[in-house]
């Protein structure tokens, strides 16, 4: 799964990501506060979609030079519309479809 998620992420599709998450998932970032802007804190896949849809389209999050960590776990350069950041995906739990029920983003 945390494939999919990086691979979403660096395309820009929001739609593919969402798909990634349950229904009622919570998708953490603790990243945008380094760069001045608020941390992100959105709960549920259709909350998920138009937050990424807004972030990709504005140019506002962009992801570079992915690493898979492990199948839970992936780091990355992320612009968070500044510099671009250090950062550390880590899927923290799943629903009993497989979906992510949970993820953490934050400076690695």
Do not use: Q, W
């Not at 919570?26 to 937050?51: E, K, Q, T």
Request: charged share 20%.
């Amino acid at each position: 799964m945390i494939e999919r998620v990086i691979n979403a992420l660096t395309e820009k599709d929001y739609e593919a990501l969402s798909e990634c998450f349950s229904e009622n998932c919570m998708y953490f970032d603790y990243c945008p506060s380094l760069n001045d802007m608020p941390n992100s804190f959105i709960y549920g896949n259709a909350c998920m979609a138009m937050f990424f849809k807004l972030k990709f389209l504005s140019g506002e999050f962009e992801v570079a030079e992915p690493l898979i960590e492990n199948k839970n776990c992936a780091s990355f350069f992320g612009a968070y519309n500044g510099p671009y950041i250090y950062a550390r995906l880590n899927i923290e739990e799943y629903d009993n479809s497989g979906l992510i029920k949970k993820a953490v983003v934050h400076p690695a």
